[in-house]
Nanobody, 118 residues
Framework: QVQLVESGGGLVQAGGSLRLSCAAS????????MGWYRQAPGKERELVAT???????NYADSVKGRFTISRDNAKNTVYLQMNSLKPEDTAVYYC????????????WGQGTQVTVSS
């Protein structure tokens, strides 16, 4: 079975930083695109950032210049460095990965809460 386990969420003041991590485990043949999404109360889940296996990155306009996505392919892990956090960044952050075992499938982590106080 494949699992995505996130860590690194928490409470931080506006202007602060947090680093999220998400590690994939299980019978993995390869991992293609990995990414982070978030869902604030009463809102739909939205894309934050994605990164391909080759390192191409894509960011939501709202986080460009403040968040950085990276990955360690040897560790099957994706990171999200979040700087200059704002109260509107408060949400549950979910890790997503396109993983190939015997077939390709989109996997989701359980989510980690990020709360930014003003």
């Amino acid at each position: 079975q494949v699992q995505l386990v996130e860590s690194g969420g928490g409470l931080v003041q506006a202007g602060g930083s947090l680093r999220l991590s998400c590690a994939a485990s299980g019978r993995i043949f390869s991992i293609n695109t990995m990414g982070w999404y978030r869902q604030a109360p009463g809102k739909e889940r939205e894309l934050v950032a994605t990164i391909t296996r080759g390192g191409s990155r894509n960011y939501a306009d709202s986080v460009k210049g403040r968040f950085t996505i990276s990955r360690d392919n040897a560790k099957n892990t994706v990171y999200l460095q979040m700087n200059s956090l704002k109260p509107e960044d408060t949400a549950v952050y979910y890790c997503n990965a396109d993983i190939t075992t015997t077939y390709s499938y989109q996997y989701w982590g359980q989510g980690t809460q990020v709360t930014v106080s003003s």
